[in-house]
């Protein structure tokens, strides 16, 4: 089991920033590519960023390119992505998840799961 919590969510004007968090429990945060997705009312759940176990490589949804970027720390046990620019199509609740495989974006591919955090932004 790896409970993740998630944290930084909260209300930002359009072109601003936030930080979100995931905190992971026990100690084998290091063996899972962590990943975050998104899903706003109405929508189904999307892949926005992963970042390897591997390597620390990391990709993400075309939609967030360039505006988003994820990070890892393992000494902490936490993830974290960045978001700048925002847009109000970027409101959603965001999740963090783990899997175990190398550049996993769909959703089945993630095992565990947080509880998520709202993220909305005004325009």
């Known amino acids: 089991q790896m409970p993740l919590v998630e944290s930084g969510g909260g209300l930002v004007q359009a072109g601003g920033s936030l930080r979100l968090s995931c905190a992971a429990s026990?100690?084998?945060?290091?063996?899972?590519?962590m990943g975050w997705f998104r899903q706003a009312p109405g929508k189904e759940r999307e892949f926005v960023a992963g970042i390897n176990w591997s390597d620390g490589s990391r990709y993400y949804a075309d939609s967030v390119r360039g505006r988003f970027t994820i990070s890892r720390d393992s000494g902490k046990n936490t993830v974290y992505l960045q978001m700048n620019s925002l847009k109000p199509e970027d409101a959603a609740v965001y999740y963090c998840?783990?899997?175990?495989?190398?550049?996993?974006?769909?959703?089945?591919?993630?095992?565990?799961w947080g509880q998520g955090t709202q993220v909305t932004v005004s325009s």
């Open positions: 026990g100690r084998t945060f290091s063996r899972y590519t």
């Open positions: 998840a783990g899997s175990g495989s190398l550049y996993a974006h769909r959703s089945d591919e993630y095992v565990y």
